[in-house]
């Protein structure tokens, strides 16, 4: 069973120009308990996915085409009451900015209590002591002082962890994390993730986790789907993409990952070698290129690329990349 599958989503928005497509034709795949991470560069359409999904676009994007299938429910087809009763229950999302995602006006306990009385029928002291328990939970100190404090007087980290406890305390199935550590110190962020880890296996949960940091993919997930200029280019099992990406895009990704052993710290005098860098921009969404998106960036690009659109094509690592050098057929035939 597929805890949370989407297919062919495309999302547009409207400007000034008329409509362009942000999204298209998306697909990933979620299993009950399983850990997923949607990676790309900034702009690429990964939390547009996330928040779609959630039902949680911004004002002037819809939904054109496609499904978000949730335990079987089409969460697209639902009136907002009946995905209330979802989202926040079964499906829970941790935002990428703690300090945006909580209102500063209510304190921390009050925002993580009406998160479960949404859901639950509990009384008001029963809704504070889970609270409390939840808060211990993430690591909070001293959980009774958290409670009743503002946002503001909380750190970033502490922040995180009480966005944690929002999202966790009704219990989820999948948690959706959209850069949860952005934010964070490499220290902090080290404890949210190992917090992440441990509620999931504590409630065999499952994770689709947002980023484009390709170290804390590799630690946390175990597939992972590339996105690039609103379409799917790479998926597959995260050890073998990581050591041999098929997408020129993905191996870009994966070649600026720094290597300690060769850009770590040097002597005095010696100069560790440059991070290689990926030239020129991801297209813009009014002005995609005809054929590869990638194409203009690529340089294993040739006079296909520039004419066609890529279908996707199975990998032998049991994924699927969006690329011509994998098509077997047209290698036959020449």
């Given at each position: ?24 034709r998306v697909g990933l795949s979620v299993e009950p308990g399983g850990a997923v991470a949607l990676v790309g560069e900034s702009g690429s359409g ?212 720094p290597d300690p052993s060769k850009h770590g710290q040097r002597r005095l005098g010696q100069r560790a070698p440059l991070l290689p860098v990926l030239p020129g921009a991801p297209p813009r969404f009014d002005m995609l290129p005809p054929g590869c998106r990638f194409a ?39």
């Open positions: 069973m597929t805890l949370l599958a989407i297919r062919d989503l495309t999302v547009s928005v409207r400007g000034p120009a008329g409509k362009t497509t942000i999204l298209d990964k939390s547009l996915t996330a928040f779609a999904a959630m039902g949680l676009l911004p004002a002037g994007a819809r939904v054109e085409s496609g499904s978000v299938l949730f335990e079987d429910k089409n969460l697209l087809e639902l009136r907002e009451r009946e995905l209330c009763a979802v989202r926040g229950a079964r499906l829970a999302m941790v935002f990428q900015e703690p300090s945006a995602a909580l209102n500063p006006v209510y304190t921390i306990g009050s925002q993580i209590s009406e998160a479960v009385r949404l859901h639950q029928s509990i009384s008001r002291r029963d809704a504070r002591a889970l609270a409390e328990r939840w808060l211990a939970d993430v690591g909070m100190p001293a959980p009774s002082r958290a409670y009743d404090s503002y946002p503001h007087e909380l750190s970033g980290g502490m922040r995180q962890r009480a966005l944690l406890a929002i999202a966790l305390i009704a219990g989820p199935s999948l948690l959706i994390a959209d850069e949860p550590t952005a934010s964070l110190d490499r220290t902090l962020e080290a404890q949210v993730l190992e917090l992440i880890a441990e509620q999931r296996r504590k409630r065999k949960m499952a994770l689709l986790l947002v980023s484009h940091d390709l170290a804390t993919v590799s630690e946390v997930t175990v597939r992972v789907v590339v996105l690039y200029a609103g379409e799917v280019v790479e998926e597959g099992p995260t050890a073998s993409m990581l050591d041999a990406p098929a997408h020129p895009y993905t191996q870009a990704l994966v070649a600026s990952i203009p960036r690529c340089d294993q690009a040739f006079d296909r690329c520039a004419a066609e659109r890529p279908p996707l094509y199975a990998t032998s690592a049991g994924g699927s990349v969006r690329c011509f050098l994998y098509d077997t057929k047209a290698e036959a035939a020449s």
